[in-house]
């Protein structure tokens, strides 16, 4: 098996994954090495005729199960929906002093939702200020509960000014950079992909999008809070705020304490950045990968060695 065909099946393996199909022009993008389209369009077509690869109207799986067409285009229109929405929420978050760039990430970056589906939030913070940003947000959100609405503020993964490049760098980090819908501070958002150029070396053919992404406006109430603690008060404050908040979850972690959906809570901080613990759960995807890879690629071509 030639190397496109092996990354046009890998492609597809990783999405798997996520039971997301994909279309000839998204499996082109996502590939992890250049290839002309010509050879592509060729080695997808042979894949197809052998059944190693099935093809529904304009979208291709590595299962034979249209099942997974209809959850695709249903959660394609959900994604929609609540984009429109996410948008909205962008407008009303960049207000929060000390931010300076918000994306769309998780599943609905990828242009899928289901019933059950948040709208996560990236967000980028001024320099030495994520902690004060993350909590006056925070507070905001357990408002929401009041309401119902603390699904649409799930802001999950803070980086400040002076920490824009990922540190995990992997096909799962690669991916979830790339697909970041930006909402909120254009020249911040091409600071990050800047700062994250080796996503191309893991998605050569994936450029990242920062189009949508509106420009800072300037508002009084922002300006003059950030005055007020742009100084050793807010350095202190800061600091404080990041203690705090990283002691009560690592006690959550202790006590395995689980979230909605049934996962241990746990938070990975720095003082310039607040996600979630990348540990098990990026390590568990990746594994899975791995075994999908050597499932419909290498395993194969060992038997046909033999």
């Not at 920490?163 to 799962?172: A, G, H, M, P």
């Not at 690592?250 to 613990?277: C, F, I, L």
């Not at 791995?290 to 690629?297: G, P, T």
Request: hydrophobic share 40%; charged share 25%.
């Amino acid at each position: 098996m030639n190397e496109a065909k092996e990354n046009i099946l890998a492609t597809l393996a990783y999405f798997d994954i996520f039971k997301y199909p994909l279309t000839s022009g998204e499996i082109y993008l996502f590939l992890k090495a250049k290839h002309p389209q010509a050879d592509f369009d060729a080695e997808l077509r042979y894949l197809v005729a052998h059944q190693l690869v099935y093809q529904f109207g304009n979208l291709y799986s590595l299962k034979n199960d249209y099942a997974l067409i209809v959850r695709r285009y249903n959660g394609n229109q959900k994604a929609a929906e609540m984009i429109k929405v996410a948008h909205k929420i962008g407008d009303w978050l960049i207000r929060f002093p000390y931010v300076r760039g918000i994306a769309i990430s998780g599943s609905l970056s990828k242009n899928y939702a289901d019933e059950n589906s948040d709208i996560d939030l990236f967000i980028i913070t001024a320099k030495n200020r994520l902690w004060i940003a993350r909590t006056l947000m925070h507070a905001f959100k357990k408002l929401t509960f009041l309401v119902g609405k603390e699904d649409y503020f799930c802001m999950n993964y803070y980086i400040d000014e002076d920490q824009l490049e990922i540190r995990e760098k992997n096909n799962y980090t690669a991916v979830e950079v790339v697909t970041l819908i930006p909402l909120q501070g254009d020249a911040v958002i091409e600071q990050f992909y800047a700062a994250n150029a080796w996503t191309r070396d893991y998605l050569p053919n994936k450029i990242m999008r920062i189009s949508s992404a509106k420009p800072l406006k300037p508002s009084i109430f922002k300006t003059l809070f950030e005055k007020l603690l742009n100084n050793r008060l807010g350095n202190a404050i800061d600091t404080l705020l990041m203690n705090i908040t990283s002691g009560r979850w690592s006690k959550k972690t202790e006590q395995k304490k689980v979230n909605s959906k049934g996962a241990v809570m746990a938070m990975d901080t720095g003082k310039h950045y607040a996600k979630p613990d990348p540990g098990n759960f990026q390590a568990g995807l990746l594994a899975q990968y791995e075994s999908k890879i050597s499932q419909i690629i290498v395993e194969p071509q060992n038997l046909l060695a033999n």
